[in-house]
Every structure is written in structure tokens, then in C-alpha cells.
């Protein structure tokens, strides 16, 4: 009799284990011979030493294969225990799976392009109007190049800009003060990281989630860096966020023009890096329109109305500016 300990630190347990525990349950049932014990991470079991390692090796494949879905069931499990090969759940284009298994993949033609455009380059710029997807996808690139072990951390940032309003004094620590900047960036992970394996990822600082302002003086490697809403960066800002790229790394900026929060003396940095690294190999740019918006459909019809009221306004003052004298004789 032997025991083996196995750790299944890439994955959720309460997934793995699943609802009142049934999962272990089934696994404890399907190998009747094994005294087994799971509590947290951590799975023992006791028994004769062929049957403990054959335990192991499913039990990794298991793990595998909840890693990859975020989800785990009966069926795979007694498929994976008694060897034959699971189904699969989704859809071979998926870049990720959420959490409840939902496939996460690039529905419109862009979001592939900057699925390619990640691949193929180490900086890539994902420009366009909001509701596009251009940050969500970055996100599932970023987790994705996590789960595969490409990379060892995701480091997620804005800038803080408040988008036409004064926010005051924000009481609470610093984390309180900085975290309503970052929350579409939570939001984002928590549709694809069950939660207490995305705490532990941020507790551990695998993810880290910062302003702008935190990331001076830093060299990156082996991460994702995210950088969102860059339209709001000064040009020193995002000279200082680009130049944090290490080695290893991969980095996603993404913005919109039509959403710049800056005073109006203020150069966008977003539009300077853009005409200054236009012909720098390994740097791709990816421009998301109106088409590609993915949220409700009513979005793109207000995204289209403002284009068109912002075109009226252009209109109006090309007519009201002086018009220049076309008598060249008229000053003599």
C-alpha cells in the first residue's frame, strides 16, 4: 500500500469537486479499491501502487481538461476513467472557455484580425469605437497565453481619467481609490477566471491590475501587458507605458479616439505612437468599426447618430469660419 499526493493548483476545486462534491464522488466510486481523500488543492489517495498511478494520470487529465473548459461532468469523467476520449464542448475557433464552459472566440472579422495581429507581432494596437470587443478579446489572449504557461503574469492598466466628471475624494485605502478606473477590466476576467482562482491569480500577483501611473520604473517580462483606454494617456505616458515591454512579453494597446477625455490642451499620446511607430516591424494595428460592435444592438445606432450629429457640427463651422477674399486685385 502506498499513498500519492497530487496537487491540482491550475484549476478551481470547487469546479473540479463539483456541486456537493459529486464529482470526487463519482472519481472515488469508479475506483473502489482507492481510499480517497481531497481537501482544497490537495487529492490523497491510498492503495495498491498500479492502481494509485493510474488514479494520478486521470486525475491529471481531468484537471487538463477543467483547466481548458472551465467546466467538468460526469460524462468526461467516467469517458476519461474508463479511456475513451471526451467530447468536446465548444468550438474549435474558441481562444478561450469562460466559466460554465462558454466558449470565448473572435465573432466578427476584426476581432480575428487582432486575434492574428497578437500572434504575429509584440505590440498591437487595437483602435475603435466602444462596444467592439477590442479589450475583451486582448483579456482572453492574455488568459489564454496564461493557461498555456506562455507567459508567467497578466498586467492590466488605464489610465486614470475621469470621462467628463469630477470624482472627488474617493475614501478607503488605495486599492478602493483606483479599483472603479479598473472595473471593466474585473469584469472582463471574471467572465473568464472562476472566481476563487482569479483571486488567487490577483493575491499572488499572477494578475496585476494598476494604473498607468504604477507602471513606471517597471520591466515587464514574461506577461501580457494591457493597456486600456489609451486614447487618455499624455505622450509621456505612454512613451514610459511602452517602453516597460521586457522580454518574453506581448503587449495590447487599445483605445478610441471618438472618447478622448483629456483637457483640450492636452495631445493625445495614443494618436502620437500611432504616426511615430507606423513602420516599426513587430508592431501591428488592428481598427475596429461600427460593424464590429457586439453589445446590444441599440449601441451601434447611437454610436451612428453621434457620427452623424459630429459631421453635422463639422459642417456648421466650415460654413461660419471667414471665407478668404477671391479678388486678388482687391488690396491694390
Do not use: W
Not at 4 to 17: E, L, N
Not at 48 to 55: A, G, N, Y
Not at 154 to 165: K, N, T
Amino acid at each position: 500500500m502506498i499513498e500519492r499526493t497530487i496537487i491540482i493548483d491550475s484549476i478551481d476545486p470547487i469546479i473540479f469537486y463539483g456541486v456537493n462534491n459529486c464529482n470526487i464522488q463519482l472519481i472515488r466510486n469508479l475506483f473502489p479499491k482507492l481510499r480517497v481523500a481531497a481537501r482544497g488543492t490537495v487529492i490523497k489517495v491510498i492503495g495498491d501502487e498500479l492502481e494509485t498511478q493510474e488514479f494520478e494520470d486521470k486525475v491529471k487529465k481531468l484537471e487538463d481538461y477543467c483547466c481548458k473548459y472551465n467546466k467538468l461532468t460526469s460524462e468526461v469523467i467516467i469517458d476519461t476513467i474508463r479511456g475513451a476520449v471526451p467530447k468536446d464542448i465548444g468550438i474549435d475557433e474558441a481562444i478561450i472557455y469562460g466559466i460554465n464552459g462558454k466558449p470565448i472566440q473572435a465573432r466578427t472579422p476584426n476581432q480575428q484580425k487582432l486575434v492574428k495581429a497578437y500572434s504575429d507581432n509584440d505590440l498591437t494596437f487595437a483602435l475603435g469605437p466602444a462596444g467592439t470587443g477590442k479589450t475583451y478579446i486582448a483579456i482572453a489572449l492574455a488568459v489564454r497565453a496564461l493557461k498555456n504557461r506562455e507567459v508567467k503574469k497578466i498586467i492590466l492598466s488605464r489610465p486614470a481619467v475621469e470621462a467628463g466628471e469630477k470624482l472627488g475624494f474617493l475614501p478607503g485605502d488605495m486599492k478602493d481609490k483606483i479599483d472603479p478606473y479598473l472595473q471593466p477590466l474585473y469584469d472582463a476576467l471574471q467572465d473568464m477566471i472562476p472566481a476563487m482562482k482569479l483571486k488567487d491569480y490577483m493575491d499572488t500577483n499572477v494578475i496585476q491590475i494598476a494604473p498607468l501611473a504604477f507602471m513606471r520604473g517597471r520591466t515587464l517580462n514574461d506577461a501580457v501587458i494591457i493597456l486600456d483606454e489609451a486614447q487618455n494617456t499624455t505622450t509621456h505616458q505612454i512613451k514610459m507605458f511602452l517602453t516597460r515591454l521586457g522580454m518574453g512579453s506581448k503587449m495590447i494597446i487599445t483605445g478610441d479616439m471618438t472618447q478622448i477625455d483629456l483637457p483640450r490642451s492636452t495631445q493625445s499620446g495614443l494618436v502620437q505612437a500611432l504616426h511615430i511607430l507606423s513602420d516599426v516591424k513587430g508592431v501591428g494595428q488592428v481598427e475596429f468599426t461600427k460593424k464590429d460592435i457586439v453589445r446590444h444592438q441599440l449601441v451601434q445606432r447611437i454610436v451612428e447618430a453621434y457620427e452623424r450629429y459630429d459631421e453635422q457640427q463639422r459642417t456648421v463651422r466650415r460654413a461660419d469660419e471667414p471665407q478668404g477674399n477671391d479678388n486678388p486685385d482687391s488690396e491694390l
